[in-house]
């Protein structure tokens, strides 16, 4: 695809620090993440526009100026403009009701004016690939959202991607979320459809690296890899682990698809029917501009699909679980769900210090016991040494002393805060991965609230149903230690009487 200029001279190749950064979009998934990359260099003054101001509370640097818009109200553009350099266009209608086609025409016809009279020098914004005058309505709204930005004079930089992996994007769940529901996948025509997926890290690399280009050009991004659907599906499958088989059906319609992925998963109904409606067309790249005017070397399939799933288990990992749980308990024998983990979770307060309510959680385990139901694990312990697991052998290094990579019995001591919280993380066999937490906070007047919760992540249908089929039981276990800790805290952080 051929690159070129229109409408403006060619822009200064080193921006001053003053020239104002537009962001739209700031609150979903690629917006959200250009926006902390964009914040992190500082380069430029960064002004956030949004419908909901609101949403982006706490979620901004302190510098970054937050202000009040609607790419369908054009009135609204005005202010928002003023002062800008360069506009990220990252808005489409795809979940909105009525025709996402006319909105998205209707938002683009008003950003691209507004920009024009605000003397916007450039805009970014990020379509979609495809090629062919039979593409999707998905496609070819996107595309036509470039042409309409370029028609206004304004420099407009269009990166064209392919499906974008990364945990969170709704592509990415799709995939997640066939191959971990069904030991068998229906596989419609669309699967031996060839894409070019690209890391999300990848995609907010060239969209920083537009800062600093002259003029207006269409540049087609991918990865390293040219792929089918089907082998993406397998990738995916490898990397966790799970064995899964596509069954090509031929007789399986786009209409069928579509009401199936909107069942299976995450994704709203008409935005997984509207996807899936794309699939029938390649997006593939057929020029290599963007590799000859970009820095950017985008990774493979494998190594995007692997630092996906590292990233969300690293935010996951980083994450408060308490700040997202339900405040009153219970949470239920099936708890909630955190994307493909399973949650539960219990609370209370006692009338100690919060070093008092954490003496019984770091003394957990080894010949101090699990404050109930002892007989319960050391049945499990039996089970798992059957099977070849570590069982209870391994006891604890120190009744008192807690150290992260430390064993507890069959736990393993992940994250430990002192007087505050501990995170174990389950080494028994067992289809999927477990953690158990304890947080203690201070709950004012000499008082501590105790929370314990437990997550597992299931791998795949055999881990939901280990999950769905053992969580009375667990609840029931899980429950009655807690409600020993509590006790002992009580108490003052004496071992437990069992």
Same mark, same amino acid.
């Given at each position: 695809?051929?690159?070129?200029?229109?409408?403006?001279? *060619?822009?200064?190749?080193?921006?001053?620090?003053?020239e104002?950064?537009?962001?739209?979009?700031?609150?979903?998934?690629?917006?959200?993440?250009?926006?902390?990359?964009?914040?992190?260099?500082g380069?430029?003054p960064?002004?956030?526009?949004?419908?909901?101001?609101?949403?982006?509370?706490?979620?901004?640097?302190?510098?970054?100026?937050?202000v009040? @818009?609607?790419?369908?109200?054009?009135?609204?553009?005005?202010?928002?403009?003023?002062?800008?350099?360069?506009?990220?266009?990252?808005?489409?209608?795809?979940?909105?009701?009525?025709?996402?086609?006319?909105?998205?025409?209707?938002?683009?016809?008003?950003?691209?004016?507004?920009?024009?009279?605000?003397?916007?020098?450039?805009?970014?914004?990020?379509?979609?690939?495809?090629?062919?005058?039979?593409?999707?309505?998905?496609?070819?709204?996107?595309?036509?959202?470039g042409?309409?930005?370029?028609?206004?004079?304004?420099p407009?930089?269009? +990166?064209?991607?392919?499906?974008?992996? /990364?945990?969170?994007?709704?592509s990415?769940?799709?995939?997640?979320?066939?191959?971990?529901?069904?030991?068998?996948?229906?596989?419609p025509?669309?699967?031996?459809?060839?894409?070019?997926?690209?890391?999300?890290?990848?995609?907010?690399?060239?969209?920083?690296?537009?800062?600093?280009?002259?003029?207006?050009?269409?540049?087609?991004?991918?990865?390293?890899?040219?792929?089918?659907?089907?082998?993406?599906?397998?990738?995916?499958?490898l990397?966790?682990?799970?064995?899964?088989?596509?069954?090509?059906?031929a007789?399986?319609? *786009?209409?069928?698809?579509? +009401?199936?992925?909107?069942?299976?998963?995450?994704?709203?109904?008409?935005?997984?029917?509207?996807?899936?409606?794309?699939?029938?067309?390649?997006?593939?790249?057929?020029?290599?501009?963007?590799?000859?005017?970009?820095?950017?070397?985008?990774?493979?399939?494998?190594?995007?699909?692997?630092?996906?799933?590292?990233?969300?288990?690293?935010?996951?990992?980083?994450?408060?679980?308490?700040d997202?749980?339900?405040?009153?308990?219970?949470l239920?024998?099936?708890?909630?769900? +955190? @994307?493909?983990?399973?949650v539960s979770?219990?609370?209370?307060?006692?009338?100690?210090?919060p070093?008092?309510? +954490?003496?019984?959680?770091?003394?957990?385990?080894?010949?101090?016991?699990?404050?109930?139901?002892?007989?319960?694990?050391?049945?499990?312990?039996?089970?798992?040494?059957?099977?070849?697991?570590?069982?209870?052998?391994?006891?604890?290094?120190?009744?008192?002393?807690?150290?992260? @990579?430390?064993?507890?019995?069959?736990?393993?001591?992940?994250?430990?805060?002192?007087?505050?919280?501990?995170?174990?993380?389950?080494?028994?066999?067992?289809p999927?991965?477990?953690?158990?937490?304890?947080?203690?906070?201070?709950? @004012?007047?000499?008082?501590?609230?105790?929370?314990?919760?437990?997550?597992?992540?299931?791998?795949?249908?055999?881990?939901r149903?280990?999950?769905?089929?053992?969580?009375?039981?667990?609840?029931?276990?899980?429950?009655?230690?807690?409600? /020993?800790?509590?006790?002992?805290?009580?108490?003052?952080?004496?071992?437990?009487?069992?």
């Amino acid at each position: 695809m051929a690159l070129g200029t229109h409408g403006r001279a *060619p822009l200064p190749s080193t921006a001053s620090a003053s020239e104002t950064v537009l962001l739209t979009g700031a609150s979903g998934y690629i917006g959200g993440r250009l926006l902390h990359r964009l914040e992190a260099q500082g380069r430029h003054p960064l002004r956030c526009m949004t419908r909901r101001p609101s949403a982006l509370a706490g979620r901004t640097a302190d510098q970054t100026e937050v202000v009040a @818009g609607d790419v369908l109200e054009p009135e609204s553009l005005a202010a928002a403009m003023y002062g800008v350099w360069t506009a990220y266009y990252l808005v489409h209608s795809m979940g909105a009701p009525g025709d996402f086609e006319e909105l998205d025409r209707v938002a683009a016809s008003n950003f691209a004016a507004a920009a024009r009279r605000a003397g916007v020098r450039r805009i970014v914004y990020l379509g979609g690939l495809g090629d062919g005058c039979h593409l999707s309505s998905h496609l070819a709204s996107r595309q036509e959202v470039g042409e309409i930005l370029r028609a206004s004079g304004v420099p407009t930089i269009e +990166f064209r991607a392919s499906i974008v992996i /990364g945990s969170g994007s709704a592509s990415y769940e799709v995939v997640r979320a066939l191959v971990e529901s069904l030991p068998v996948i229906a596989a419609p025509r669309w699967v031996e459809t060839a894409a070019q997926p690209i890391a999300v890290e990848d995609v907010i690399d060239y969209l920083v690296a537009a800062l600093d280009y002259e003029g207006s050009a269409v540049f087609e991004i991918g990865g390293q890899d040219r792929v089918t659907y089907g082998e993406i599906l397998r990738e995916y499958a490898l990397q966790r682990a799970l064995r899964r088989r596509l069954l090509p059906l031929a007789v399986l319609t *786009p209409r069928i698809s579509r +009401f199936c992925l909107g069942l299976l998963t995450p994704v709203y109904g008409q935005v997984a029917g509207v996807m899936v409606d794309g699939l029938r067309n390649e997006t593939v790249v057929r020029t290599d501009a963007a590799l000859r005017v970009f820095p950017v070397r985008p990774r493979g399939l494998s190594d995007a699909i692997g630092r996906a799933l590292v990233n969300e288990d690293r935010d996951f990992a980083e994450t408060r679980w308490s700040d997202a749980l339900p405040t009153q308990r219970p949470l239920g024998w099936t708890g909630i769900s +955190f @994307g493909r983990r399973q949650v539960s979770s219990r609370a209370m307060s006692v009338s100690r210090p919060p070093e008092d309510g +954490f003496e019984p959680v770091k003394r957990i385990g080894g010949s101090t016991g699990w404050y109930a139901a002892n007989w319960f694990w050391k049945a499990r312990g039996l089970l798992d040494t059957l099977r070849g697991g570590v069982g209870l052998r391994r006891g604890r290094r120190d009744p008192l002393d807690l150290r992260v @990579g430390d064993t507890v019995d069959f736990w393993r001591v992940e994250r430990i805060e002192s007087n505050r919280l501990l995170r174990l993380a389950a080494e028994m066999k067992m289809p999927g991965r477990l953690w158990l937490q304890f947080e203690v906070n201070s709950d @004012g007047d000499g008082a501590s609230k105790i929370r314990q919760t437990t997550v597992f992540d299931p791998a795949g249908y055999a881990g939901r149903a280990y999950w769905y089929l053992f969580c009375p039981v667990h609840e029931l276990v899980f429950a009655a230690m807690f409600r /020993g800790v509590v006790r002992a805290a009580r108490r003052g952080g004496a071992s437990p009487l069992v």
